[in-house]
């Protein structure tokens, strides 16, 4: 079997988000505009919202970015976790102000009294403390002779940390253990969760370009929860947070693990082809991005495996010279000539989803 049990783990509860304990895996990702701008900040993570993220994260650098807290989290319905570094003080203060969770790293943060306060402090508010570990911050006692953060150094870190502030009172607590590649990510948190029973927040930490790093993350993420690792999911890209949350909630649903909604499914297309597969199935799941409802579409270019797979999908198009096939929920409906197969299809997908959500399949 591809897919193993998911690793039981402890319930938490960030906000109203269940995370672990078999609860449904969850997408977050991080605003990339200044904290300290709360217009701004709040138009991204209602953009994020609007994409289905479940957690959003913001960085919090010093005591202005805190004074904009209160605003972001009355601004949505996401539980909001804080991001500190450095200064324990800001995360007393974060908690003060009412988020959900915080995310600090041993190396950055230390373990001294400030660590003991910032514990007592999330102990007694119920926040959730994310003990986040990196290949790039990993303290300096764990590297290796070359400087290199080795997974099993990574795996020391976050655990050792995560006893620490358990020893402290800390009963609401998830763990990171990223990399920058792959590999070593997939070791560290093999460790971790062999180690361990807390929640785990996955992703490749720094994974490059929309492209080069959804296709990391996909590889890294959806090979751990194939293990039946994670628990939470945030795909890092040097891009819009949106596409982050598009490519986390694709990689859940690849693995059957979310639903995300109406799917399109297209051909790779090849000198067969008879119609504009790569302009309808890219317009398709553009008109389709708003809806919640499942519902599977195929986008085939000809009659070789189009009339296969337009059968298996809810609707679909099979190919042929001057149009397609319409095929609905398994039977072949009529034939489209080629500059209607967008709206015929569109059409189509609007009021079998109308259909569904009336018998209360939508959501």
Known sequence: MLMKERVTTKRIMLGSVPVGGGAPVTVQSMTNTDTRDLEATLDQVRHLEAARCDIVRVAVPDADAVEALPGIIAGTSMPVVADIHFDHRLALLAMDKGVAGIRINPGTIGKGSGLAEVAETAAEKGVVVRVGVNS???????RDSSGRAEASALARSALEGAALLEGMGVSQMKISVKASDVPRTIEAYRIVSRECSWPLHIGITEAGTLFSGAVKSAVGIGALLAEGIGDTIRVSLTASPVEEV????????SLGLRDIGPEVISCPTCARTE?????????????????????????????????????EADIGIAGEQGGGVLFIEGKKVRRVHADKILGELLGEVEKMIAEREKAGGGS
């Not at 790039?136 to 764990?142: P, Q």
């Not at 598009?246 to 649903?253: E, M, N, T």
């Open 136 to 142: 790039g911050s990993l303290e300096r006692r764990l």
């Open 246 to 253: 598009r490519v986390g909630r694709k990689i859940l649903a």
């Open 275 to 311: 119609i504009d597969v790569i302009g309808l199935a890219t317009e398709l799941e553009k008109s389709l991005e708003g809806h919640r409802t499942p519902i599977t579409v195929a986008v085939m270019g000809c009659v070789v495996n189009g009339p296969g797979e337009a059968r």
